[in-house]
């Protein structure tokens, strides 16, 4: 099945400072790539999604990257905010099975 | 639209009795997700279900848990008999067909339901 990997589990910036977030993958029929935003006691929310036929996504402050030759994706927040804090999970998806594999999250921390 | 709703939010039990978690998906989706969220394993799904019809319950631990969709509106996983172990949050996410590409695979979370098995 799929497995997916994320780096740093735990990832500290000053207000104002890019973090990258970065995940790799297994299975290369995956093609739907999420990243969810989970503050402390809350559920998990979808904050961007990527999906394999393009390349970049972009959102305001947040950017999804996908390199699909090697099989990883990161996630980009720029001008960072400490509202930015929270856990962030990547996942893939294969097609029209339709379930998510998630990777192991990674703390964020904006420090003021 | 009020989300998916979960029940009960918190739950306290003793080792050995039986846990119901319930939850009721988004109206019109028809793909709901069971997750249970721990420290130590992560997020990690348990069970989903397609049109009501269970897809894949690879990830149920073990045969004390099971779960049930008797309906689109509901469903339940069911730990009998509850051990400490079990304590997790656990969470339920549905997903519409698809009218969207972009939104075509997102999954909406519900609260979640934190369990503690003493």
């Known amino acids: 099945g799929e497995n997916v990997e994320q780096h740093p589990s735990t990832l500290s910036v000053q207000e104002g400072d890019s973090a990258v977030i970065k995940c790799t993958y297994s299975d290369s029929a995956s093609n739907y790539f999420p990243w969810y935003k989970q503050e402390l006691g809350k559920r998990p929310q979808l904050i961007i999604d990527?999906?394999?036929?393009?390349g970049e996504k972009k959102d305001q402050r947040i950017a999804v990257t996908l390199n699909k030759t090697a099989k990883h994706f990161s996630l980009h927040i720029t001008e960072t905010q400490p509202e930015d804090s929270a856990v962030y999970f990547c996942?893939?998806?294969?097609?029209?099975?339709?379930?998510?594999?998630f990777g192991s999250g990674t703390q964020l921390t904006v420090l003021p | 639209d009020a989300g998916v709703i979960q029940s009960p939010r918190h739950e306290v039990t003793e080792m050995g009795q039986e846990v119901t978690l319930r939850c009721k998906p988004i109206?019109?989706?028809?793909?709901l997700f069971w997750y249970r969220q721990t420290m130590m394993r992560g997020l990690e799904l348990l069970i989903y279900?397609?049109?009501?019809?269970?897809?894949?319950d690879s990830g149920m631990p073990e045969d004390r848990f099971s779960a049930k969709m008797p309906n689109a509106s509901f469903s339940t996983l069911k730990i009998q008999p509850s051990e400490p172990r079990d304590s997790a949050v656990y969470f339920c996410?549905?997903?519409?067909?698809?009218?969207?590409?972009?939104?075509?695979?997102?999954?909406?979370f519900g609260p979640g339901t934190r369990l503690t098995v003493l």
């Open positions: 109206s019109g989706h028809n793909s």
């Open positions: 279900f397609n049109n009501n019809v269970p897809i894949d």
């Open positions: 996942a893939a998806s294969v097609g029209s099975a339709r379930q998510l594999t």
């Open positions: 990527i999906r394999s036929n393009v």
């Open positions: 996410a549905s997903r519409s067909p698809g009218t969207r590409i972009s939104s075509y695979n997102e999954q909406f």
